[in-house]
């Protein structure tokens, strides 16, 4: 079976928001701290995962991640607490919940 994509949300520097995707966020997410992750991160350090949603492969992850970029931060926000509906259920793999994981500061 292979590995499910995830769709990831970071918090970075002067509450920027970034969005990215990977098989592994918390790796993914390691490297964006060290500074080896997108030139974004780079310039503003992330320092928080906001939340990952799996799917099942790369392409349905990416037809996500394009939606999600297309939001304002505001609605990005809003997605992440739940106040905003953005419609990705055509994509999304079945019953995976937005998670918000712990991710250590800086």
């Known amino acids: 079976m292979p590995k499910p994509w995830f769709l990831y949300l970071l918090e970075c520097a002067g509450g920027r928001i970034y969005t990215g995707i990977t098989v592994d966020v918390q790796a993914r ?22 939340f990952s949603l799996p799917f099942a492969d790369r392409s349905a ?4 991640e394009y939606r999600i970029k297309q ?12 106040t905003y509906v953005c419609e990705l259920s055509d994509i999304v793999a079945a019953g995976a919940p937005f998670t918000a994981p712990d991710a250590p500061d800086g």
Do not use: E, N, W
């Open 29 to 50: 997410y390691a490297a964006h701290v060290a500074g080896k992750g997108a030139r974004f991160t780079r310039a503003y350090p992330p320092s928080r995962i906001l």
């Open 61 to 64: 992850a990416s037809r996500a």
């Open 71 to 82: 939001l304002s931060a505001s609605q990005k926000r809003g997605l992440i607490a739940g």
